[in-house]
């Protein structure tokens, strides 16, 4: 075999088999992930207490500078690591395969290390108080361009460990057939993960010359266009990433099976082709490109990316309902969901990500990234009411829900304090949700993001918000807090767990690999052939779900209809 | 068996779909193909459609405009600034500019008259909103963007900028007049 120095361990607990280079990995990307989160999270409380206008904690210089870090370290920073430790995690465990050259992986995580306490250094030395988007002409510090770079370099170098992995296994013969479903969605993640580093470099390379001078200046609407490639598409991995995460929870739970592969990995073909038009949500109000561009990407070519993540939310789901009525949670439409284990962190977390990334974040997204109704909240705190749905409620909440997982399997600990485990899923994703749901209130009555202070205090011409935006902005401020104490019990459960949490059997690492060996049946089966509707209480849940987005669709047109002619 | 294994069947492209699934993905398409559509439709019966007209500027030149528009339709000046207020026929073509940290001038416009809006940035990106109405367009340095619009509502409206451009980004709110 190719490498005699690969050890293999397979977790006492779960059957999974770790080589040891990828565990060492994915250990140390989760680390770095959840130190950016606590960052973060420090930052996100201050922001919170300062927009809470009524308490309005900070001045003005810290609360944008701290807002930019906040957005790097969250949106960036967290996400990405953690996703690098899921694309390790998807090839070389799930496939049972060696990791790729570790070397580079090494490599690439320096990088990624180097380039994210450059940027916080630089920014916290006041340097470079620019936002996470960066618009040029407002100018940033040479480093912080650098720091962006390198940090997606390394990230690059990983994607395509993952592919290495990928093609290691298949030459190996590590498993039979095709790859399962949720290393297909990481797959998808990858792909979209290498479109948004390239759109990143060939923006950020050309700012990064401009900040040193030797290019005299970069036009901003190009910028807009190709960095919302980047900072758009990014977000298209966390969508690919969990919800691969969320069939793997359906997977370890309740051992649910997709209820067709052809169905959901079709959905994650329409990501990989369509998922990236959507960074044209953020051009929609900007001069200079025409409506016919905006009106095609906008809609993903038809919303043919909506229509993959309404497939997805409808068969992640769906697959649990087959699964617990396989083990005779038969009763009614509702009673496999009742009996649910909602007291497993892992998936009361997941759960509670699915129905918030579709309900708050999807509905809200595809409001929004309508062209004319873009016109309604563009700018306004609703865009962060909608993203934090998404990437809080969405991703954060099923990287936290796969954590309770991964620690006595990847980290072999107890979880400790389960009783604060349980609840913080509950906190967290409810507390996160509410806090959205008043953003977009805000929002919706024209309250600016990126804003120190809607009082105008010291302006000549001050704006007075109606009572209803600063009741929104309490709401906000009050749900936030909830939220972050469901942040704190999520790093204080994690890092005391690994710290002093009660060490488990580990497991023997040996040269020895067991290859995925599965009876692959040959007859065609789907789920149904019995009652020919395997899932009718996801499809009610599916049909509520559509009758909210149709009503709240239609009634951002009535209000449009309203406001001043434009044209 | 499960999402996290190789799928059973080799041959899984082959599968029959279960009805749910076909359902839903019939119900989700047609959705997503009437949301496509409501888009050309607005653009066609709606009246609230951004415009496409954009030209190419620098700053210079569109400061020079701006205050060639100000000094010919001025009728009073306000605040300790001496902002003009600036009222321009029906019809005619507007200019404002955003930068730091204001918005110039402080235009009066007529109830359910039409003008022509001209947008453009000195210095940083910055946001257009107008409050309470909610409109919110990004205004570009180096791009004069021309507007249409159709005031509807008599009153006094704010113009925020809702585009991050310096510490002073929350001091930079104006003011427009609709009689």
Redesign the interface.
């Known amino acids: 075999m190719a490498n005699v120095a690969a050890l293999f361990r397979v977790c006492p607990r779960t059957g999974l088999q770790y080589h040891r280079s990828a565990e060492t990995l994915i250990k140390l990307n989760a680390v770095a992930a959840v130190v950016s989160l606590l960052v973060g999270g420090i930052l996100a409380l201050l922001i919170l207490l300062t927009r809470w206008q009524a308490i309005h904690l900070i001045d003005a210089e810290n609360f944008y500078m701290f807002l930019t870090v906040h957005g790097l370290d969250m949106l960036a920073f967290w996400i990405i690591f953690f996703e690098i430790a899921v694309l390790y995690f998807c090839s070389s465990t799930l496939l049972r395969s060696r990791l790729a050259t570790p070397g580079m992986a090494w490599a690439g995580f320096g990088l990624m290390v180097l380039g994210a306490v450059l940027v916080n250094v630089i920014v916290f030395m006041g340097e470079s108080t620019v936002m996470f988007t960066s618009y040029v002409p407002l100018p940033g510090h040479p480093v912080f361009y650098l720091g962006l770079i390198l940090f997606a370099v390394g990230a690059l170098i990983g994607c395509f460990i993952f592919l290495g992995t990928l093609v290691v296994a298949k030459a190996e013969k590590t498993y039979e057939g095709s790859i399962p479903l949720v290393t297909f969605g990481a797959l998808t993640a990858c792909i979209i993960a290498v479109f948004t580093i390239a759109s990143g470099a060939i923006i950020l390379i050309p700012t990064f010359l401009w900040s040193v001078g030797y290019i005299k200046s970069i036009d901003p609407l190009m910028y807009r266009t190709i960095w919302w490639g980047f900072g758009h598409s990014s977000q298209q991995i966390n969508v690919s990433a969990h919800v691969a995460v969320w069939y793997a929870i359906a997977a370890i739970a309740f051992g649910a099976k997709p209820m067709s592969e052809r169905v959901s990995r079709g959905a994650f073909l329409l990501y990989i082709l369509f998922l990236q038009l959507a960074s044209a949500h953020h051009l929609l109000s900007d001069p200079g490109l025409s409506s016919e561009w905006k009106i095609f990407n906008t809609s993903y070519a038809m919303y043919l990316a909506v229509l993959a993540s309404m497939v997805h939310g409808l068969t992640v789901p769906g697959s649990i309902e087959v699964a617990q009525r396989a083990k005779g949670y038969t009763r009614g439409l509702f009673e496999w969901i009742r009996k649910a284990p909602w007291g497993n962190p892992v998936f009361s977390g997941m759960f509670i990500s699915l129905v918030g990334f579709g309900f708050l974040g999807g509905i809200s997204g595809v409001m929004m990234g309508t062209e004319q109704l873009n016109m309604l909240i563009h700018n306004t705190i609703y865009v962060p009411g909608h993203f934090h749905a998404t990437v809080v409620v969405g991703t954060t909440l099923a990287f936290m829900a796969l954590t309770y997982f991964l620690i006595p399997s990847l980290f072999n600990r107890e979880v400790i304090n389960p009783g604060l485990a349980k609840v913080q899923p509950y906190l967290f994703g409810l507390g996160m949700g509410v806090f959205c749901l008043a953003m977009m209130g805000a929002g919706t009555l024209g309250v600016p993001r990126r804003h120190w202070d809607i009082t105008f205090a010291g302006a000549s011409m001050p704006y007075e918000f109606p009572g209803t935006a600063w009741l929104m902005l309490g709401i906000m401020g009050a749900a936030g807090l909830v939220a972050v104490i469901g942040g704190i019990i999520y790093i204080y459960v994690t890092v005391g767990s690994l710290l002093w949490g009660k060490r488990l059997d580990v497991g023997a690492y040996t040269p020895q690999r067991t290859i995925l060996r599965m009876p692959i049946a040959t007859a065609l089966t789907g789920h149904g052939e019995a009652a020919g509707f395997a899932a009718p209480g996801t499809f009610v849940f599916a049909m509520v779900f559509l009758t909210a987005f149709v009503l709240y669709y239609f009634v951002n047109w009535k209000y449009l209809s309203t406001v001043w002619g434009l044209s | 068996?499960?999402?996290?294994?190789?799928?059973?069947?080799?041959?899984?492209?082959?599968?029959?779909?279960?009805?749910?699934?076909g359902?839903?993905?019939l119900?989700?398409?047609v959705?997503?193909?009437i949301?496509?559509f409501?888009?050309?439709y607005?653009?066609v019966y709606?009246?609230?459609?951004?415009?496409?007209e954009?030209y190419k500027t620098t700053p210079d030149v569109y400061g020079k405009k701006v205050q060639a528009f100000a000094d010919q339709y001025k009728v009073r000046e306000?605040?300790?600034?001496k902002?003009p207020v600036v009222h321009p026929p029906a019809g005619a073509d507007v200019y404002m500019l955003g930068r730091l940290w204001a918005w110039w001038p402080i235009l009066e416009l007529e109830n359910g008259k039409?003008y022509r809006l001209h947008?453009s940035a000195m210095?940083?990106?910055h946001?257009f909103?107008?409050?309470?109405?909610?409109?919110?367009?990004?205004?570009?340095?180096?791009?004069?963007?021309v507007?249409?619009?159709?005031?509807?509502r008599a009153g006094t409206y704010?113009i925020?900028?809702?585009?991050?451009?310096?510490?002073g980004?929350?001091?930079?709110?104006?003011?427009l007049y609709v009689k």
């Open positions: 068996m499960s999402a996290i294994l190789p799928p059973e069947q080799r041959i899984w492209w082959k599968q029959p779909l279960d009805r749910v699934e359902t839903w993905i119900i989700a398409f959705w997503c193909l949301m496509f409501m888009m050309p607005w653009h709606g009246k609230q459609n951004l415009s496409n954009t306000e605040t300790d600034e902002i039409t947008l210095d940083y990106q946001g909103s107008l409050q309470p109405e909610n409109i919110n367009i990004q205004v570009l340095p180096g791009y004069e963007h507007v249409t619009v159709t005031p509807n704010a925020m900028c809702n585009e991050f451009c310096g510490i980004h929350h001091k930079m709110v104006s003011r």
